[in-house]
């Protein structure tokens, strides 16, 4: 019933390192577009479409459908098709959509071109299996990180038929909103997740397939309350222990070898303030 994805650029591995996956910021340039996509965001390994690991995002929106009940698989975008004669509902995952991250604005307004990620993230919506599905009724819902760029983007979400975007922490509302696009009910054009629905710990299930690079989460929120950023609305939440391991196992029972902790400040581990806990940091 459900399928999810995400473009291109996000469905790699990024040759082992994250850090090269910045090589997608860039917009087309002197070099040829096949060759940059190898150097900078080849393909990730597939088993009949189903990727070998995908962004931890999409993994987290994957492992609460599950949790709920839905009918869902994760596919790589280049073998949607394959899998698009049954769904209903297909989630989006997106990091930087129109290019408006620093590093993608300022390489764009260099060389004055939309930057690879903000290409591929267009080209998918436009894939031919999606605009065919839209026509007997399947529901585009996005998320992610990068959500909160349609609001100064609001007549892509007409143009391109998304008919949900949703921004934030999302475990607590995605199976509401699914559910009802599923019945056919109406969906808000763009749900922002309020504070009171952020997930607590026992709320945030564990991963079910590896992440790319064996990216895990340590902890959500920010304790500093800078008022440009969005994140520090959000309450603090430190991972225990036993939380990060067992997600550091689904990658190893994955093949994943390697492991990149991820927090809005990982030095910040365990402590309730900017002063680091040295004793949970270095546990």
Excluded at 77 to 82: A, C, K, Q, T
Excluded at 159 to 183: M, P, Q, T, W, Y
Excluded at 232 to 255: C, D, F, H, Q, S
């Amino acid at each position: 019933e459900v399928l999810l994805t995400c473009d291109r650029t996000l469905m790699s591995n990024y040759h082992g390192n994250e850090f090269i996956g910045f090589g997608t910021c860039a917009p087309p340039n002197f070099i040829p577009e096949w060759f940059y996509g190898f150097l900078f965001f080849p393909p990730i390994k597939t088993s009949k479409g189903f990727p070998s690991a995908a962004p931890y995002g999409l993994r987290k929106a994957e492992a609460q459908l599950l949790k709920e009940g839905f009918n869902v698989v994760t596919v790589s975008p280049d073998h949607i098709g394959e899998y698009m004669s049954e769904a209903k509902i297909i989630g989006i995952h997106t990091m930087d959509p129109f290019g408006l991250g620093p590093a993608s604005s300022t390489l764009a307004a260099i060389l004055k071109k939309e930057p690879y990620l903000a290409k591929h993230f267009r080209g998918l919506l436009v894939n031919p299996a999606i605009k065919e599905a839209k026509k007997r009724g399947l529901k585009i819902i996005v998320g992610g990180p990068g959500a909160w760029q349609f609001r100064y983007r609001p007549q892509f979400i007409e143009k391109s038929g998304i008919d949900c975007v949703v921004e934030g922490e999302a475990e607590n509302v995605i199976g509401k909103i699914f559910k009802a696009a599923l019945k056919g009910e109406d969906i808000p054009k763009h749900y922002e997740v309020s504070i009171r629905e952020a997930p607590s710990l026992k709320d945030i299930p564990d991963i079910v397939q590896p992440s790319i690079n064996g990216l895990v989460e340590v902890g959500r929120g920010c304790c500093r309350g800078c008022e440009f950023c969005n994140v520090t609305l959000r309450p603090l939440r430190w991972y225990p222990y036993a939380k990060i391991l067992r997600e550091m196992n689904v990658n190893i029972a994955g093949g994943i070898r390697g492991c990149c902790l991820h927090a809005e400040d990982v030095m910040l581990y365990g402590s309730k303030n900017t002063s680091p806990d040295d004793e949970k940091l270095t546990r």
